[in-house]
């Protein structure tokens, strides 16, 4: 279907107006990109990554590109679908002969991994948030904040405040499900216990699973959801009076948060990256001017992806092996996100910290 293979280069002459455009056209340097731009809670993600890329490509064009050479991406949106993600990757490598691949979830990434693996092409995404993951292959690699290591941060914070019996609730999903698993061994291994827990049932209603919860009466709530559900989550449970402290295991800085919980989010407390405050409200401002939005942790980890693709292209060449060795070899890059290198299998170490909702603005928490 059309609908689903959006084929976009990113910089457009249109979007440029440069004098120097046709200085560097000679060679263009591409790489794929594939996500969920439409399609469930997933596409706000892909959304911001996307946006985050090309508002990157856009900045690295407008200084010469790398070298003289225009860096662009080729968009493919997969909807989180495993199979349209790797019928896309076979294109990607098979026609339009890129060397890098810049890539989705952890869902669609076990698909696709084996397969840029074994044609010695390189997958970086900043939406694996698991370093197992990752590790799996040699030639890939995540510039993405580690949610495992994030929800094990959170649920020893929660500790520290007093939390000896939460509630936990998950999204039914890879990535979340592993999210709760952190809180269960981090509490366990504290001396706490969560003493309920609950999956959120597909659909729009979740009263039913928070009576659940609220019947165990933790003495806080710790959830693992994607933005969207979460957001829904935190509304309904103020509509049902309950009030316990909460505490939100994933980064929920995303535009759509806002616009589904209103004011019921207030004080909620939540792990997110540490990030590099100057560059990062500067690229803030550039971002929001552009597309009317908060960029989010994840529009952030979209630009830097796009511009340490750049760097990588830089060091290695335009070939899979060389960026592969560049950015194995990548360390204390200084970015937006803060100075962080990859480890030995290929995940970013970026610093993490905690952040609270105050009057509809994300803030750090200041202890």
């Known amino acids: 279907m059309k609908k689903w293979r959006l084929l976009t280069g990113i910089v457009l002459a249109s979007m440029l107006a440069l004098p120097s455009f046709n200085a560097y056209a000679e060679q263009v340097y591409k790489f794929g990109l594939v996500a969920a731009f439409t399609g469930g809670p997933a596409a706000a993600y892909g959304v911001a990554v996307r946006r985050g890329?090309?508002?990157?490509?856009?900045?690295?064009?407008?200084?010469?590109?790398?070298?003289?050479?225009?860096?662009?991406?080729?968009?493919?949106d997969d909807q989180a679908n495993?199979?349209?993600?790797?019928?896309?990757?076979?294109?990607?490598?098979?026609?339009?002969?890129?060397?890098?691949?810049?890539?989705s979830f952890t869902s669609v990434s076990l698909a696709a991994i084996p397969v840029v693996s074994k044609a010695k092409v390189v997958w970086i995404t900043p939406l694996v948030t698991h370093p197992g993951v990752i590790h799996k292959s040699r030639w890939a690699f995540s510039v993405s904040i580690n949610l495992a290591q994030t929800s094990a941060y959170v649920a020893e914070f929660a500790y520290r405040r007093g939390a000896r019996r939460p509630g936990l609730v998950v999204f039914n999903n890879e990535s979340t499900r592993r999210m709760g698993e952190a809180v269960k061994k981090k509490f366990k291994s504290?001396?706490?216990?969560v003493v309920a827990e609950e999956i959120m049932p597909r659909g729009a209603d979740f009263r039913s699973t928070l009576l659940k919860l609220k019947a165990a009466r933790p003495d806080a709530l710790i959830i693992a959801s994607f933005v969207g559900p979460e957001a829904l989550l935190i509304k309904q449970m103020a509509e049902l009076g309950w009030k316990v402290p909460t505490y939100s295991a994933n980064p929920v800085e995303e535009e759509v948060f806002f616009k589904t919980v209103g004011d019921a989010a207030e004080g909620l407390l939540y792990g997110s990256l540490l990030s590099n405050p100057k560059k990062y409200e500067n690229f803030r401002q550039r971002f929001k001017q552009r597309y009317k939005e908060e960029p989010g942790t994840f529009g952030a980890q979209g630009y830097e992806t796009a511009y340490v693709i750049a760097e990588a292209?830089?060091?290695?060449?335009?070939?899979?092996?060389?960026?592969r060795n560049a950015l194995a070899g990548l360390k204390n890059f200084n970015g937006v996100l803060g100075t962080w290198s990859f480890d030995d299998g290929g995940f970013s170490d970026l610093p993490i910290t905690m952040k609270v909702i105050k009057g509809k603005r994300f803030e750090f928490y200041k202890r």
């Open 190 to 193: 504290l001396g706490g216990k």
């Open 53 to 76: 890329a090309e508002l990157a490509l856009n900045e690295i064009n407008a200084k010469g590109g790398i070298k003289g050479h225009r860096l662009e991406a080729i968009m493919v």
């Open 82 to 103: 495993p199979t349209l993600t790797v019928s896309t990757v076979h294109r990607f490598i098979s026609v339009d002969k890129v060397p890098i691949i810049f890539g």
């Open 313 to 323: 292209i830089k060091r290695g060449g335009y070939t899979s092996q060389g960026i």
